[in-house]
């Protein structure tokens, strides 16, 4: 009986952007490709990428509006053509890119009459409009519009909600995703009697940032997920009687990480994120937004400094008490 000999390909993995077009300001496409994989692996890498190229990259958006010109967000403006509700939904399409952490400020201060586009935002240094033509309003008699606006950097997207409406500011649905789809398909070949595949990856992003720069986030945040399982399964820490102390952190481990600056259980700690922890939209982004991005910082926050933060309640805290089960 003659035994067939399976030759093991020893190329090591290859990728190529193949194709690469700009059909708008806001409408970049690429494709791209990846070789040589075994039978399997072109589907284990291609959802993953895809799920971390929508929900994992960080984009930048107008997230609120404010203006005494805005009475309500259905009227309409003597002098302005479109309504408010319309404006609104023009500064949720204005595409934004920047290295902002956090939120920040901008404004449109402009007299009519005369049409206002994104160029006529004013924006900080760190901000960059992607396409200065988009449309916002159109003046038709000789009015002042300000506007003051809430720029914000953040991933996934944000529905606004009725209760956080008030006479003169007005929060808008924040898409914050740059990546608008992508796709993912496997082409599945033999090579040597070795059944090989090729992932084929389609990119389409709002202009913000390129398909390859996308593809190059997305890869950092997987790598960055799978971090902590390259280090030493970690022990579950309690407090005394399972019951937090006033003014002391969430976990009693600050004082063990006192002990050494960079300490392996403290690296390992700092590469998981919030956003790896089953937290209602609203916890999340309040933490986001006082800098409580990693499972240390949260560690080393008390109770009282939590509670202190503005809106955040004593049943917000117990959630994340639950969640992370102390």
Same mark, same amino acid.
């Given at each position: 009986?003659?035994?067939? +000999?399976?030759?093991?390909?020893?190329?090591?993995?290859?990728? +190529?952007? =193949?194709?690469?077009?700009?059909?708008?300001?806001?409408?970049?496409?690429?494709?791209?490709?990846?070789?040589?994989?075994?039978?399997?692996?072109?589907?284990?890498?291609?959802?993953?990428?895809?799920?971390?190229?929508?929900?994992?990259?960080?984009?930048?958006?107008?997230?609120?509006?404010?203006?005494?010109?805005?009475?309500?967000?259905?009227?309409?403006?003597?002098?302005?053509?479109?309504? =408010?509700?319309?404006?609104?939904?023009?500064?949720?399409?204005?595409?934004?890119?920047s290295n902002l952490?956090?939120?920040?400020?901008?404004?449109?201060?402009?007299?009519?009459?005369?049409?206002?586009?994104?160029?006529?935002?004013?924006?900080?240094?760190? =901000?960059?409009?992607?396409?200065?033509?988009?449309?916002?309003?159109?003046?038709?008699?000789?009015?002042?519009?300000?506007?003051?606006?809430?720029?914000?950097?953040?991933?996934?997207?944000?529905?606004?909600?009725?209760?956080?409406?008030?006479?003169?500011?007005?929060?808008?649905?924040?898409?914050?995703?740059? !990546?608008?789809?992508?796709?993912?398909?496997?082409?599945?070949? !033999?090579?040597?009697?070795?059944?090989?595949?090729?992932?084929?990856?389609?990119?389409?992003?709002?202009?913000?940032?390129?398909?390859?720069?996308?593809?190059?986030?997305?890869?950092?945040?997987? @790598?960055?997920?799978?971090?902590?399982?390259?280090?030493?399964?970690?022990?579950?820490?309690?407090?005394?009687?399972?019951?937090?102390?006033?003014?002391?952190?969430?976990?009693?481990?600050?004082?063990?990480?006192? +002990?050494?600056?960079?300490?392996?259980?403290?690296?390992?700690?700092?590469?998981?994120?919030?956003?790896?922890?089953?937290?209602?939209?609203? !916890?999340y982004n309040w933490?986001?937004?006082?800098?409580i991005n990693t499972?240390?910082?949260?560690?080393?926050?008390?109770?009282?400094?939590?509670? +202190? @933060?503005?809106?955040?309640?004593?049943?917000?805290?117990?959630?994340?008490?639950?969640?992370?089960?102390?």
């Amino acid at each position: 009986m003659v035994q067939e +000999k399976v030759i093991v390909s020893t190329r090591p993995l290859q990728w +190529k952007c =193949v194709e690469s077009r700009a059909d708008s300001k806001r409408l970049y496409y690429g494709r791209f490709i990846l070789a040589p994989l075994m039978r399997g692996q072109a589907d284990t890498i291609g959802i993953a990428i895809r799920r971390a190229l929508l929900g994992e990259i960080e984009g930048t958006c107008i997230t609120c509006a404010k203006s005494e010109k805005l009475p309500h967000e259905y009227s309409t403006i003597v002098g302005i053509q479109e309504s =408010v509700h319309e404006i609104l939904m023009n500064l949720k399409e204005i595409v934004l890119r920047s290295n902002l952490y956090g939120t920040c400020d901008a404004s449109i201060s402009i007299k009519g009459p005369g049409y206002v586009t994104a160029n006529d935002i004013i924006l900080p240094p760190s =901000v960059e409009i992607v396409d200065k033509t988009q449309h916002i309003a159109n003046l038709t008699e000789s009015i002042n519009l300000c506007i003051e606006l809430q720029i914000e950097r953040n991933r996934g997207y944000r529905i606004k909600t009725p209760k956080n409406f008030t006479n003169i500011s007005y929060p808008i649905d924040a898409i914050f995703m740059p !990546v608008r789809n992508a796709n993912h398909s496997i082409h599945s070949y !033999v090579n040597r009697n070795e059944k090989q595949e090729l992932l084929f990856l389609e990119i389409w992003t709002n202009g913000s940032l390129t398909p390859k720069e996308a593809l190059h986030e997305a890869s950092r945040s997987l @790598i960055d997920l799978f971090i902590p399982f390259l280090n030493a399964e970690e022990e579950t820490f309690h407090l005394e009687n399972n019951k937090p102390k006033e003014n002391l952190p969430l976990f009693n481990f600050h004082g063990k990480l006192a +002990k050494s600056k960079k300490t392996k259980k403290e690296i390992a700690l700092k590469s998981l994120f919030i956003d790896q922890l089953e937290f209602p939209p609203k !916890v999340y982004n309040w933490l986001k937004k006082y800098n409580i991005n990693t499972f240390l910082d949260l560690l080393t926050n008390s109770q009282e400094d939590l509670i +202190k @933060i503005k809106d955040f309640h004593r049943e917000d805290v117990k959630h994340i008490m639950d969640v992370l089960e102390i």
